[in-house]
């Protein structure tokens, strides 16, 4: 062998480097890493998420208030899109406005090619058309390769009523997606009302589906035979409390006014009816026409999408004078027989609280009838300065009030977003007049239910139905079943007032029915309990408040009516609870040219522009 | 054919149809999804390339015929030819992915002159060194001498490097990186036949230095490369020659890396830059220019030790790895037949890589013998830079696995060249010039 022949192990050599080489980083690829495998299978395998149909909410007596139906999305394939694209028929086809759709399409492609989106990740161009807009479109689907119509549930309401209360379900914000992983973006949730607190219950559970998919995102039939699928779990029905037929007979009455009505079961807290007038049709909150309704929904100057029966509130006028009654008695401070001198007035200092004129002086159950403002300054006065100082005093009689409800805002309740209204601390008063500055005469407005106190509609009722109860109320709620489960977990609380003194403060209140500011508001063929006030409005005319039960033996429900800008309470509050009343307990109002003046009666100025809703269509 | 004289070779016969089949096996493992239910259909890619093995086997079949002096007598013309097809096809041929190499005949037949040049050129080699007399530094040859070492270098051998270096300059033209870097790969006989091995010794310093020229900072390398140069000038200074080339090559190659970083920055074309430093790991561009390799070591490192199983695989039937069926095949062996059938097949092309180095060198023709390192040389440096780059050795080059890799005119040029080889061996005992 020469030196030349000798280079062939120098050649085999190289070769078996080369080879040696391969083999090493093969046994990396191969055996010793394991990454590889999972980006393969993120690659191949694509997890169908199956959506759940959301559960229905239906009214105490099973009738629906909300259902589903489906819609459908456009989805784009952006890699699809090959062919110069017919929009103008495209558009046409499913009557979709040109120039959104060319807008979407092109924000789509823009994220395609900034790399945010996959090229093969379908994305919708068009949301939420319906079975019906989608018709033609279907039929000629195969035209437009690049597209394809994706199922989704869109929430559908049979009458146009309790939007505020139900809410509506929207796709989930970046804020949710981090705190929850249940969601994935695009998913819908529920965003206010009963949509929001029982979402959990609504929603059901989604399921996945594993699948084959190529490069571009073709599906090629089930992963390990499914072995990995999950399936989706219907969303439960709820069945609310809300009473279909006083709820949209209350929505009625309170067309073209603004207020809340909030009826409650007092004996289970459950809320029959919730009204916020304005409100507006929750159906244009579904579907396409979401963004535009909204935008207009919001631009209303009469608030409509602003649920007035839990907001901050307003004083709660005489109404509060049942409380004060109640504590009066309750700390001993009062008695049936303790009367007050009415001279027309209270006089505090240089300062004169009217009061207008009646045969005195009252009698605690006449004082309730007549409504002396007289006779709960006094009282009030009396009632602080029962504790050994002004702060004290103050302090206990606040703790009767709050444990009506009164300044809270039902923590363990389940509708969203109730709002505390106002029942001051003794801070508050420290903080204007100076700690030791303030004596009960210099809040003595707090007597005759003004001054700084806030409550809404949903309080009050609250407030009306421990009273009719006798002294204790159960959390007042919206939901009554899951499915067939009833729900229990809305605790009893105790107002701490001994039911017997409560007693003499329903007798007043039936004679404010009978022989009172309530008879105008009396319901024919039962007994009941109310109490008018007037909310005084340094802004304009003065809100009308009313709060009732009956029947007064057996109290079957309670209503608290707040109509603003309506004047003295009698006058709209009074026939409205009354109405309410009617209808709840015998189904039918026999009335008809009281509900028609009612119904007819125009309080607000409404807004042209916006979507709300006209008595016609309800 | 079944003369007395006649040894046929079978086992680079069989490595050969071993490897031709698994690989249309693979082909049609990743191109399955064109199927439309007729197996042997001309519409898709593997119906294709079957009716190619059809055809190369036939032209196998037909080289074992031929009079064995026909190469060594044709080689001149055949030589030519292909010098006049690499010239032509810079004039009328069609640009394929930036390259202008090939003559687009239809969409489905193309024509590579650079496949045909290297069979040529190895042809050519090997009748010019085939001579008798030829050598690269006989006496006379002396060109000059460089302190006391005489370089040499013979006219017959001025004239072989010009053999190569023509047609080699032709394919650079054409901008194919792969195709020249194949074709470079014959140098490699003429190391075989003499030439000095500090060319190639050169050529490997010079491709270590620029990965670490983009890995770590120029001024360091190049005291490294100073430092060993002036350690070697010591260890050498018995010849002042030696001493002097020792100093001369650190100096030139300072200025190499000098000069290659200002190319890399400032003169190399973007895709040129990325495909370097996506390789030396530098760049991170999973969605870009390393996604075709990504996605095919995806596929091979999914494979696992023993693969997924023969048309199991979900990256290979489901087309996640571009051009799989072309250049990157590699990953559908890797990813259905796992570890094992990956290094059967390296095993498969190393042996025959040595087979036909071991075989030539039992050559009496001294023509059969350049030929088959010719041929050797060829397969070694497309197999290095293709299935490298399926696993992220090697910088994405465009470039066949040989008769694995889908494509007629790629499988028909490797099996001409390999049984030309055959054919030769064949009549080994023959002298042939
Ligand atoms: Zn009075």
């Keep these: ?618 | 054919m079944a003369r007395r004289d006649t040894h046929i070779d079978w086992l680079m016969i069989v490595l050969y149809l071993f490897i031709v089949f698994f690989g249309w096996m693979n082909v049609y493992a990743a191109s399955q999804m064109e199927s439309n239910g007729e197996f042997f259909s001309l519409s898709t890619s593997y119906g294709r390339q079957l009716l190619w093995i059809g055809i190369s086997l036939a032209a196998a079949f037909g080289i074992m015929f031929f009079n064995s002096y026909f190469f060594s007598a044709f080689a001149y013309p055949i030589y030519g030819l292909a010098l006049l097809f690499l010239g032509g096809v810079l004039i009328v041929g069609q640009a394929v992915a930036g390259s202008k190499s090939w003559f687009v005949i239809t969409e489905s037949l193309k024509f590579q002159p650079s496949e045909f040049g290297k069979f040529a050129t190895a042809l050519v080699m090997a009748k010019f060194m085939g001579e008798k007399s030829f050598s690269f530094g006989g006496p006379g040859s002396t060109l000059f001498h460089f302190f006391d070492l005489p370089v040499k270098l013979s006219r017959e051998g001025f004239f072989a490097l010009a053999l190569f270096f023509v047609p080699a300059a032709l394919i650079l033209l054409e901008n194919d990186t792969g195709s020249t870097i194949a074709f470079a790969a014959l140098f490699l006989v003429f190391y075989r036949e003499g030439f000095t091995g500090l060319v190639l010794v050169y050529a490997l310093l010079a491709v270590v230095l620029l990965i670490s020229t983009v890995l770590v900072d120029k001024f360091i390398i190049i005291a490294v490369v100073l430092g060993i140069a002036a350690l070697l000038a010591l260890l050498l200074r018995r010849s002042r020659g030696l001493m002097a080339l020792a100093i001369l090559s650190g100096v030139v190659f300072s200025g190499y890396v000098y000069g290659t970083d200002y190319l890399i920055n400032n003169v190399l074309q973007k895709h040129q830059r990325d495909r370097i430093l996506v390789l030396v790991g530098k760049v991170k561009d999973p969605k870009g220019v390393e996604y075709n390799v990504n996605q095919s070591k995806i596929a091979i490192g999914s494979g696992g030790l023993v693969g997924k199983g023969y048309l199991e695989g979900t990256q290979t039937r489901y087309r996640f790895v571009p051009k799989q069926y072309t250049d990157f095949i590699f990953s559908a062996v890797g990813e259905e037949w796992g570890f094992l059938g990956a290094s059967l097949l390296i095993l498969a092309y190393i042996g025959l890589l040595s087979r036909i180095v071991l075989n030539a060198e039992r050559q009496k023709s001294r023509f059969s013998r350049i030929y088959g390192y010719g041929v050797a040389s060829i397969l070694f440096a497309h197999i290095t830079i293709n299935i490298g780059m399926c696993i992220g050795l090697v910088p994405t080059i465009g470039i066949p696995l040989p008769m694995f890799s889908y494509g007629g005119s790629s499988l028909f040029s490797f099996t001409i060249l390999i049984f030309t080889f055959i054919k030769l061996d064949s009549k080994r005992s023959a002298i042939l010039s």
């Design chain 1, 1 to 618: 062998m020469n030196e030349s022949e000798n280079k062939k192990w120098i050649f085999i050599g190289m070769f078996a480097f080369v080879g040696i080489a391969f083999l090493a980083k093969l046994s990396v690829l191969q055996i010793f890493d394991p990454t590889y495998k999972q980006i393969a299978n993120a690659n191949a395998i694509r997890k169908l998420t199956q959506y759940p149909a959301r559960g229905y909410i239906l009214d105490r007596n099973g009738e629906v208030l909300v259902y589903n139906e489906v819609s459908y999305d456009l989805m784009v394939v952006p890699a699809e899109l090959g062919a110069p694209l017919d929009t103008m028929a495209l558009c046409g086809l499913a009557d979709i406005d040109i120039a959104d759709f060319r807008k979407n399409l092109q924000n789509i492609q823009d994220q395609v090619k900034a790399r945010k989106l996959g090229k093969s990740t379908p994305s919708p161009v068009v949301k939420q058309m319906s079975k019906l807009e989608v018709a033609t479109l279907e039929e000629r689907m195969y035209e437009f390769p690049a597209f394809f119509l994706q199922p989704r549930i869109l929430r559908r309401y049979p009458k146009p009523i309790a939007a505020n209360i139900l809410g509506y379900i929207s796709e989930v914000d970046d804020k949710k997606l981090k705190e929850d992983p249940y969601y994935r973006p695009g998913d819908y949730i529920g965003n206010t009302g009963i949509e929001k607190s029982y979402e959990e219950v609504l929603r059901g559970k989604k399921g996945v589906k594993n699948i084959f998919v190529d490069n571009k995102g073709n599906p090629h039939g089930s992963y390990m035979n499914g072995q990995y699928d999950t399936a989706s779990v219907a969303g439960q029905n709820l069945t609310s409390t809300l009473d279909i037929l006083i709820q949209e007979y209350g929505e009625k009455l309170m067309a073209h006014k603004k207020g809340a009505i909030v009826a409650i079961e007092p004996e289970s807290g459950e809320i029959l009816a919730m009204v916020t007038a304005p409100s507006y049709d929750p159906n244009l909150l579904v579907g396409r026409g979401i963004r535009k309704n909204y935008g207009k929904l919001v631009m209303d100057h009469n608030l409509p999408l602003f649920n007035r029966a839990i907001m901050d509130g307003y004083p709660p006028g005489s109404t509060f004078k049942l409380l004060n009654a109640a504590i009066g008695l309750q700390l001993g401070v009062l008695t049936p027989a303790t009367r007050y001198p009415c001279g027309g007035g209270f006089r505090v200092g240089g300062h004169v609280v009217g009061c207008h004129s009646h045969p005195g002086p009252p009698d605690l159950l006449f004082s309730i009838q007549t409504s002396c403002n007289s006779y709960y300054c006094a009282a009030f006065r009396d009632i602080v300065n029962h504790g050994r100082n002004t702060e004290e005093g103050y302090i206990t009689w606040r703790k009767y009030i709050t444990a009506f409800g009164l300044g809270t805002n039902f923590p363990d309740s389940d509708i969203p977003n109730v709002k505390s209204g106002l029942v001051p601390q003794t801070t508050f008063y420290d903080k204007w007049y100076g700690r030791g500055k303030w004596k009960p005469t210099t809040i003595i407005s707090l007597g005759i239910g003004q001054g700084e106190l806030k409550v809404n509609a949903l309080q009050l009722a609250n407030m009306t139905a421990a009273l009719a109860n006798g002294g204790w109320w159960i959390t007042p709620h919206l939901g009554k079943k899951v499915d067939n489960e009833s729900i229990r977990l809305f605790k009893r609380n105790e107002t701490g007032i001994n039911p017997e003194y409560i007693g003499i403060v329903k007798e007043g209140m039936q004679r404010v029915m009978t022989g009172g500011t309530g008879r105008g508001a009396q319901i024919p063929g039962v007994t009941s309990g109310g109490k008018t006030g007037t909310a005084q409005n340094p802004h304009g005319e003065d809100h009308s408040v009313f709060v009732c039960f009956a029947p007064a033996d057996k109290p079957k429900i309670a209503v608290a009516v707040l109509v603003e800008n309506a004047g003295f309470g009698a006058t709209w509050a009074g026939p409205i609870a009354s109405l309410m009343i009617e209808k709840y307990l015998f189904r039918e109002v026999k009335r008809p040219d009281l509900e028609k003046r009612i119904m007819e009666g125009v309080l607000i100025k409404p807004d042209p522009a916006s979507p709300t809703i006209k008595p016609s269509q309800l």
